[in-house]
Structures are given as C-alpha cells and as structure tokens.
C-alpha cells in the first residue's frame, strides 16, 4: 500500500464504473419492474414505440392548446371551443400510454426534456398563426399520429401484447375522428354552401 494514497500500488486498472452503472441498471428494472409473460425484447420494443407516441401525445397536445389559446377571427367560438375538447381528448391518453409503459416493466418518459428529444411532431412557436393555417398543422399532425399508432400496434401483435393494442385501437379510432373534424373545419365553402 501506498501510504500517502492508501491505496494499493499495484492495483490495474479496472471497469468499475461500467460495472456500478450496469448494476444501479439492474437494481432498478428489479425494483421498478412488475412480473409479465411478454419477453424481454418484446417489452423494451413495445415501451421504446409507446415513449415515442407519448412524446408526440404531449407536443400535439401542446400545440392544440396553443392553438386554442391564440385562436383569432370570425370562428373563433367554433375553433376555441374545438381545440379545447380536442385538447383534453389527446391529454387523457398521456397517462394510460405512460402507465401501459410502466406495467410493462419499462421506464417512461420523465420529463419536457425527454419529450422534446422523442417528439417527432413539430412545435409551432409563431408569434400569429392564421386559423387555417392552425386547422390543417393540426390534421396532419392528426394523421401523422394515427400513422405512428398504427406502427406501434403492429409491433404490439409482434409481441403478442394485446393490452396495448387494444388501447391503440380506441386511440387511433379518436385520433381519426378529430382528424376528420379538422378536415371538415378547413374545408372552404363554395357560394351555395357546400
């Protein structure tokens, strides 16, 4: 021993760090995770598409809201009101999705960081958006999610994990609806109204 250090002196160089972190790892799954009968791969794909879907819940989320707090113009009523109900539609999915995640053994997303590293709808931080401008950003986005939930289903069979894929069944049913009210919405009216 080196009596200055109290260390050994021929002591090699080790992986310990490595080996903690893999360690604090496998203490938390222990700790964190409940018993199920989907295989481990299954697990981690099922939770890695449903992070990425409640990512983009959160930003589409957001933006309705945005879009709702700084809706302007002849419909605004009309639009207010929608963006407001779709709004609560999109955030009553987030904890269902995130706790589905957690049932599952795996770890969710913890916060806006995360989110906002996982999103892949994009944010609309304009200081003015015209309305139908708002009305189609919100389709697509609509579509987009819908398209991403279909995915995710595919990997849920994959796995046999029909808890989730029933959930993503209603999700995208919802998610198509207000698509289609957005679509309809952004729809110009020709003279005799229709």
Request: hydrophobic residues 35%.
């Amino acid at each position: 021993m080196n009596s200055a250090t109290l260390e050994p002196t021929n002591k090699a160089p080790s992986n310990q760090p490595a080996k903690a972190e893999g360690a604090q790892q496998t203490h938390v799954r222990e700790r964190l995770s409940p018993r199920t009968d989907l295989s481990e791969d299954g697990t981690r794909d099922i939770a890695a598409a449903m992070n990425g879907l409640l990512a983009d819940t959160f930003a589409l989320y957001l933006k309705t809201k945005n879009f709702h707090w700084h809706m302007s113009g002849p419909h605004f009523r009309d639009y207010h009101l929608l963006f407001d109900a779709q709004g609560d539609q999109i955030f009553a999915m987030t904890d269902p999705m995130a706790e589905r995640v957690r049932k599952l053994g795996r770890k969710t997303l913890h916060s806006i960081g995360e989110i906002s590293r996982q999103q892949r709808l994009l944010d609309n931080d304009a200081d003015y958006v015209e309305p139908g401008t708002m009305l189609a950003e919100l389709r697509d986005d609509n579509r987009d999610l819908a398209m991403r939930m279909r995915a995710a289903h595919t990997v849920c069979e994959d796995h046999g994990d029909v808890a989730t894929a029933s959930l993503l069944e209603v999700w995208i049913d919802e998610t198509e609806r207000r698509n289609w009210f957005l679509f309809e919405a952004s729809r110009q009216g020709n003279p005799d109204g229709h």
